[in-house]
């Protein structure tokens, strides 16, 4: 009799578990994309996450969320120069984010403007000249990649500092993804543990968005896949080459 009693508690409790990881408010995501006119999408998303708290140090309140569009870098911060991984983490304003960018590739880059005094072409045809015509800029005329990899890791922080931080959701701007297996956001939690994959819509020289908001702050990482190949070669059937603009993020909050 006690071997079933005990049969029957851990058939019990294994439901019970499964139920309240089912049910945590936490990995109940909310997923926003569009492609083509991407600018309600964008709009939505940023009401879910609250106000824009800008560029100041330290952590403003439990929501609201932090931009970067990358059109405020200067000429010696963007193409051919590498682009600095915690750039937008720091210590003063406007730039105190909250985000660190990283890659397993050589480096991170931004793209010249068309006004750089290097003559460097613009849309990251410094790296292959083909780029100029299928990447259009969605804000402004700066874009950014990685280099050397289609893969970026972003973590979050509290803004301008090192402590680690996790926000309610990522979202962002592609430019020129012709697959829709070819672009994606993981998201992982302080403790590494995967929160799920999430691919975008594609449009072949055009923009896609996708933004996922989660009912708390919970994400520290976020692992980006651009396209299928890392910048370089020319886009062909077999070679999906992207890059991103704009990104929005929820206020960081001081890791647990």
């Given at each position: 009799?006690?071997?079933?009693?005990?049969?029957?508690?851990?058939i019990?409790?294994?439901?019970?578990?499964?139920s309240?990881?089912?049910?945590?408010?936490?990995?109940?995501?909310?997923?926003?994309?569009?492609?083509?006119?991407?600018?309600?999408?964008?709009?939505?998303?940023?009401?879910l996450?609250?106000?824009?708290?800008?560029?100041?140090?330290?952590?403003?309140?439990?929501?609201?969320?932090?931009?970067?569009?990358?059109?405020?870098?200067?000429?010696?911060?963007?193409?051919?120069?590498?682009?600095?991984?915690?750039?937008?983490?720091?210590?003063?304003?406007?730039?105190?984010?909250g985000?660190?960018?990283?890659?397993?590739?050589?480096?991170?880059?931004?793209s010249?403007?068309?006004?750089?005094p290097?003559g460097?072409?613009?849309?990251?045809?410094?790296?292959?000249?083909t780029?100029?015509?299928?990447?259009?800029?969605?804000?402004?005329?700066?874009?950014?990649?990685?280099?050397?990899?289609?893969i970026?890791?972003?973590?979050?922080?509290?803004?301008?500092?090192?402590t680690?931080?996790?926000?309610?959701?990522f979202?962002a701007?592609?430019?020129?993804?012709?697959?829709?297996?070819?672009?994606?956001?993981?998201?992982?939690?302080?403790?590494?543990?995967?929160?799920?994959?999430?691919?975008?819509?594609?449009?072949?020289?055009?923009?896609?968005f996708?933004?996922?908001?989660?009912?708390?702050?919970?994400?520290?990482?976020?692992?980006?896949e651009?396209?299928?190949?890392?910048?370089?070669?020319?886009?062909?059937?077999t070679?999906?080459?992207?890059?991103?603009?704009?990104?929005?993020f929820?206020?960081p909050?001081?890791?647990?």
């Amino acid at each position: 009799m006690k071997k079933y009693c005990f049969l029957l508690f851990a058939i019990v409790w294994s439901v019970f578990a499964v139920s309240c990881e089912k049910d945590d408010p936490g990995l109940n995501p909310e997923v926003i994309k569009a492609s083509g006119n991407i600018q309600a999408a964008i709009d939505e998303y940023k009401a879910l996450l609250g106000a824009d708290n800008g560029g100041d140090p330290g952590t403003k309140g439990l929501t609201g969320y932090r931009e970067i569009n990358w059109d405020g870098l200067s000429d010696a911060e963007s193409a051919p120069n590498a682009y600095a991984p915690d750039l937008f983490n720091s210590p003063t304003a406007p730039r105190a984010r909250g985000i660190v960018i990283n890659t397993p590739g050589t480096s991170l880059m931004v793209s010249a403007d068309n006004s750089n005094p290097t003559g460097t072409l613009p849309g990251f045809g410094n790296i292959n000249p083909t780029y100029t015509a299928i990447f259009p800029p969605f804000s402004g005329e700066r874009l950014f990649s990685p280099v050397g990899s289609n893969i970026a890791d972003i973590r979050f922080y509290v803004p301008g500092s090192t402590t680690k931080a996790v926000v309610r959701g990522f979202g962002a701007v592609y430019v020129d993804v012709d697959r829709l297996e070819n672009a994606a956001f993981e998201y992982f939690d302080i403790n590494n543990k995967s929160l799920g994959v999430y691919g975008t819509p594609a449009l072949n020289e055009g923009h896609v968005f996708l933004g996922v908001i989660f009912d708390k702050a919970i994400v520290h990482r976020v692992r980006v896949e651009y396209g299928n190949s890392a910048l370089g070669p020319n886009e062909s059937n077999t070679v999906d080459v992207s890059v991103m603009d704009n990104f929005i993020f929820g206020e960081p909050q001081e890791a647990q």
